[in-house]
Structures are given as C-alpha cells and as structure tokens.
C-alpha cells in the first residue's frame, strides 16, 4: 500500500514515512493511493475477535510496511490494561435499532484516545524505518483534550519525549489539574501566559526553527507531531466501525451484509471522515450522518457544496467541536474529485484567498449521496441530553448529543429506519457542568466542576469514570508558566538540552 499527497498526487511513500512526517512537503495530507477492498466473509471473521484482532487485521491492510508481529505488538500495547471496558469500544442500544459506539472508555474519557493510544507505537515503528532511530519529541499546543491525550499515549513509551504546552487561562480547571499532574519519564507540561492561540503560534515557530532543529538533531532527536491530520491518528479511528458492525452482526441485531446508518458529531472531519473510509472499503453503510454544532459550516458545505469559513465563530456546550476549518474534509475531496491534486489544489488556493470554494456539479452529487448532514444549537443539544436520560435512562454527553439530535431529525424527516450506530465522542463526566444543567433544568447547587461530578452521579444514579474522581485533591507536578518568547528555553529545559 503506497501512499500520496492530496496537494501533489505524483508522490510516493510509505505507510512509514506518511506517520512519521505527519504532513507532507507541500502542505499536503497523506492519503492511500487505493483503497483496500473487504467482502463479507472478512467481516463476518471479525465477529469473533477481540478489539485487538479485528484492529489487527484492519490495520494490516493499510500499514503494509509494519510487520504481522510488530502489528500485533503495537494494538495490544495501545489496547491492553488501559480502556476500562474489556470491549474498547462497546456498543449499546438505546432503543429500537438505534445503537451508542462508545468511544470514551479510555484514560482521559474522549475519543481520541481510541487514536492517541495506538500512535506512539506506529509512530516509533515509522521513525525506526525512515528517521534512523532518532528520538522522537512531540510538541502539542492544546486547548484542552487533545493535550492530555497526547501525554497518555506517549507516556513512558521508549524512543520518544513528549511536550505539551497549554494557556494557562484558557482550559478548565479540570483539564489544568489533568495535564499538570500527568505522570511519565518522557513528559513536560508548561503553561503558556496567554491564549490558545499564542500557544499554537509558539509551538509552530519552535517547530519552523532551524536552530532549534539543528540543536535537536546533534541530540539524535527529532520532531513529530501528534495532530489529527497525522494518518497514524486516522487509520485507527477506522476499525471501531467495523467493530461495531461486527458487534451488532455478533449479537443478531442485523444479518452480516445489512446496511447501517452512521452518525458522528463532528469537528475537524477525522472521525466521519474515518467511518468514509470504513464505507468505501466495503463495509455495509447506507448514510453518513454528519453532526454539527452551531459552528454549521460543515453542514451548509456538505448540502450546497458551498464551503464558507466567513462566519461567526460560536463558543459552544460541545467545545471541541468549535471548528471553522475542518482540515480532514480535504482528504475526502481529493478522493472524490478522483485522486486528482490539481483540483484540491484549486479549492484550498480558493479558501485562501476568498475564505469559501465551491465544488462542481458533479463533486456535490457524489458528496450527497453519501452524507446527510444536520446541526443544532446548545438548547437543542441540553434538551436532547435531558430526553435521552429520561426517555431512554441514557446519560450522554454535549457532543454525543449533537450526533443524537441530529440523527432523530435525519429520521424523522426522511423516514429511514436503517439501523444506526451513533458515535459517543466523550463521557458525560467530562462535561458535568453542561450534562448537569440539562438533567436538573439548571437547578442545581455545585459551583466547582469537582462538586458537579459528584451531583451528577448522584441526581442520575450513574457512575463518573475513576480518573476525573481521584483527580480531585491531586498535587501538580508541573507549575511552570512561561511566556511565548520563552518556549524554547522551555523546550530544552524539558528536554535536558541546557
Ligand atoms: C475532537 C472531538 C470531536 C470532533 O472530532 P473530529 O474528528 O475533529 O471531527 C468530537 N467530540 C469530542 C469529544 C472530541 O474531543
């Protein structure tokens, strides 16, 4: 399986070399050439493996340069000891034929755990191949989940340090209290005075630096990144799809070869984009439903064909879904218009220099065909939460409540009753203060998110996941604060580089 980039379609490389450069030379993201067929007899062998075996043996198809045994190694290192369901990814009815893809069950309780637990291992696989057994060091700006994602999948992990970088007003306290009490040999975390924003612009020039590199590679060390254009982020997302088909198949809820419904609550169009790829290699989907919050862009994209980033930005219930630019949605566009960069190139010169592109004809018809799209704002998304639990005795969180209310929507004013897998991207206990006002009708009495946890579990009879419980009360480890002209200092104070 070779790979290319969606900027400049004449490229080659590996499976390797895609994770281990994260982005390609031109600006381009790293795609399969092809796309690896599957019939139903290799879907109904799923049935009866672990998460571990069916992520094997998806994984073997696209990552044709790491070996059956490094594989192996890999998916029981990112998949063993560390989720807190035995299933990894379990599947749940909630009612009739509509099904809850939990996500959330790993150490930090979102989804992208699913991805950043796997990634350590392919990527020092890939540095092994192609950057000669260099360290590898990781550098994050975060805005909240992403950072301590990343610090779980690449703790203590051999070959590689990790950084992360966060501004030290702009999270929650429970997510300040999660990084900076991070345990692990290969880690540094160090707030940023400032916001997001200057965090990222920081960690970009670091990474830009050419001293910094060269300091770096006297040290036999080497940057990646962990961000979610990286296809070493994507290419597990894929395999809980055909997990969870394997599932419902396993449990006689649909006949191996029915068609089933997908909704994923959506962002930067890694995880839908994930379920795409899942459809195109043969697993039996009728629609992609695609979620959004009041951040529509995507919604108004994919119907019209229309992509508009000039428009306000809405701070929302279901942050991390807070997106004006949805970097995965290019992947999909190169694909459809033919593995064709000319015309990639075109619509993103376009975004560019007008803030919108608008695809052919012919591009829209292909896009509508596969996706349905829909939105809703922060009242719909409490009141989904609130009927979901009373209706259902389900608690979700503010994201998975998106997915859910645009789904009955989809439902409703289609009439398609196909089976359907909605993806539940975080545990309600990472958004206690928004899952809490919606269960209670905002009558409730903690004024701290530690007090929420608690008076969510008790108004709802349901447990908070352990580790935001014992986080309370946790002493800091890391309490530095720095400013953006002092992040490289940081970074090799960090490193022991001074
Ligand atoms: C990142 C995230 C999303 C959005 O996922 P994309 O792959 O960016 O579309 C949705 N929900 C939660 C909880 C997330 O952390």
Redesign the pocket.
């Known amino acids: 399986m070779e790979y290319t980039s969606t900027r400049n379609n004449r490229l080659r490389v590996s499976a390797s070399f895609a994770i281990a450069n994260g982005i390609s030379e031109e600006g381009g993201l790293f795609v399969p050439t092809g796309i690896p067929q599957v019939d139903k007899a290799f879907i109904g062998s799923l049935c009866g493996l672990s998460y571990i075996g069916r992520a094997k043996k998806i994984l073997s198809l696209f990552l044709t340069d790491y070996s059956e045994e490094e594989l192996e190694a890999d998916v029981r290192g990112a998949y063993t000891g560390s989720f807190a369901s035995e299933k990894v990814a379990p599947v749940v009815n909630l009612r009739d034929n509509v099904n809850i893809l939990e996500l959330w069950h790993g150490p930090t309780c979102?989804?992208?755990d699913m991805a950043l637990q796997l990634l350590p291992y392919l990527l020092t696989g890939a540095a092994r191949r192609v950057s000669g057994g260099k360290e590898t060091v990781i550098l994050v700006a975060t805005s909240g989940?992403t950072g301590k994602a990343a610090l779980e999948g690449f703790k203590d992990v051999p070959g590689t340090r990790i950084l992360v970088f966060f501004p030290s007003d702009g999270v929650s306290p429970m997510q300040k209290l999660q990084m900076t009490t991070q345990e692990g040999r290969n880690v540094g975390v160090c707030a940023i005075k400032g916001n997001f924003d200057d965090a990222q612009t920081g960690v970009k020039q670091i990474f830009t630096s050419a001293a910094v590199k060269a300091k770096l590679a006297e040290n036999n060390m080497t940057f990646s990144s962990a961000n979610?254009i990286n296809w070493g982020r994507l290419v597990p997302q894929i395999v809980y799809y055909f997990s969870a088909y394997a599932d419902l198949a396993a449990d006689g809820r649909i006949a191996l070869g029915d068609e089933i419904n997908i909704t994923v609550?959506?962002?930067?169009?890694?995880?839908?984009l994930a379920a795409y790829y899942a459809k195109e290699m043969g697993l039996p989907v009728h629609k992609l439903i695609c979620a959004s919050n009041e951040n529509d862009v995507l919604t108004e994209f994919l119907t019209t064909g229309r992509y508009n980033r000039i428009r306000p930005f809405h701070t929302t219930a279901s942050p991390?879904?807070d997106i004006l630019i949805s970097s995965n949605l290019e992947r999909l566009l190169f694909h459809l218009a033919g593995n064709d960069s000319d015309e990639t190139n075109r619509l993103f010169a376009a975004l560019k220099e007008k803030g919108e592109y608008t695809v052919s004809a012919g591009m829209l018809e292909k896009i509508r065909a596969l996706f349905a799209a829909g939105c809703t704002d922060d009242a719909g998304t409490k009141a989904t939460i609130a009927e979901t639990f009373n209706g259902c005795g389900y608690l979700c969180d503010t994201?998975t409540a998106v997915g859910l209310h645009v789904y009955n929507d989809y439902r409703e004013k289609t009439g398609d009753t196909t089976p359907a897998v909605i993806a539940s991207?975080?545990s309600p206990y990472k958004f206690s203060r928004a899952v809490l006002g919606a269960v209670t009708n905002d009558a409730f009495t903690a004024d701290n998110e530690f007090d929420m946890v608690t008076e969510l579990e008790e108004k709802t009879g349901t447990a908070a996941p352990e580790q935001l419980k014992t986080l309370k009360g946790k002493t800091p480890r890391f309490t530095d604060v720095c400013t953006g002209d002092e992040m490289t200092g940081r970074v090799y104070g960090l490193l022991g580089l001074d």
């Open positions: 979102a989804f992208k989940d979610s609550p959506t962002g930067n169009f890694g995880n839908i991390s879904m994201h991207t975080a």
